[in-house]
């Protein structure tokens, strides 16, 4: 059973730090492409940030390049979004994807 489980998300005043963390079990998807999504209410679900496991390229959405950095922990299967200076639109559900096809929870990121 594939099991994908976001944490870290949380309330922030603008120009904070967090870091998510999304912990897989069941599979090495680490190993795949790996995806933060965010969707906010009343807006379309956006692809945030990306990691390419097989050509090592990260793709960021230009509302947070600079921003945001995704990284992984190969041994701990474990994929990470470190989000610095934080503004109010990012105020959404975060959610990691595996290969667009497993997806954990979501963990919410208010950021006021």
């Known amino acids: 059973h594939v099991q994908l489980v976001e944490s870290g998300g949380g309330s922030v005043q603008a120009g904070g730090s967090l870091r998510l963390s999304c912990s897989g079990s069941?599979?090495?998807?680490?190993?795949?492409?790996v995806t933060w999504f965010r969707q906010a209410p009343k807006k379309e679900r956006e692809g945030v940030a990306g990691?390419?496991?097989?050509?090592?390229?990260?793709y960021y959405a230009d509302s947070v390049k600079g921003r945001f950095t995704i990284s992984r922990d190969n041994a701990k299967n474990t994929l990470y979004l470190q989000m610095n200076s934080l503004k109010s639109e990012d105020t959404a559900l975060y959610r990691c994807?595996?290969?667009?096809?497993?997806w954990g929870q979501g963990t919410q990121v208010t950021v006021s």
């Open positions: 994807s595996s290969q667009y096809t497993y």
């Open positions: 069941g599979y090495h998807f680490i190993n795949n492409c």
């Open positions: 990691l390419s496991t097989l050509t090592l390229t990260t």
